[in-house]
């Protein structure tokens, strides 16, 4: 059965850092690309980072680039969110998710539109971003 486990979230400061991690089953992470994405209540969802199963390549979103860096264990089925210089519009729900990129196929090109292309997701887990 196929899941994808958020972890990490939290209260943090301005400034601060948080490391969301996403365990993988079911799945493995050289065939499909994990992606995060965040919701804030009464806005669109969006993607803000994804890694690409075939070659590891990342894309970010501008207002995260330079602050977040995603990273992957494939041996241990994880995914990592490292978010350093927090601010208080960081604030939301976030996601993790699949979407499938087999051997022979080309990296994502883009976290736009990529919501309707993901295969799984996860549940989310909250970042407050707040002094």
């Known amino acids: 059965q196929v899941q994808l486990v958020e972890s990490g979230g939290g209260l943090v400061q301005p400034g601060g850092s948080l490391k969301l991690s996403c365990e993988v089953f079911?799945?493995?992470?050289?065939?499909?690309?994990i992606a995060w994405f965040r919701q804030v209540p009464g806005k669109e969802r969006e993607g803000i980072s994804c890694?690409?199963?075939?070659?590891?390549?990342?894309l970010y979103e501008d207002s995260v680039k330079g602050r977040f860096t995603i990273s992957r264990d494939i041996a241990k089925n994880m995914v990592y969110l490292q978010m350093n210089s927090l601010k208080p519009e960081d604030t939301a729900d976030y996601y993790c998710?699949?979407?499938?990129?087999?051997?022979?196929?080309?990296?994502?090109?883009?976290?736009?539109?990529?919501?309707?292309?993901?295969?799984?997701w996860g549940k989310g887990t909250l970042v407050t971003v707040s002094s």
């Open positions: 998710a699949a979407q499938e990129n087999p051997p022979g196929a080309r990296p994502i090109p883009t976290l736009i539109g990529m919501d309707v292309y993901v295969d799984y």
């Open positions: 079911g799945l493995n992470l050289d065939h499909y690309a």
């Open positions: 890694i690409s199963a075939v070659d590891g390549s990342t």
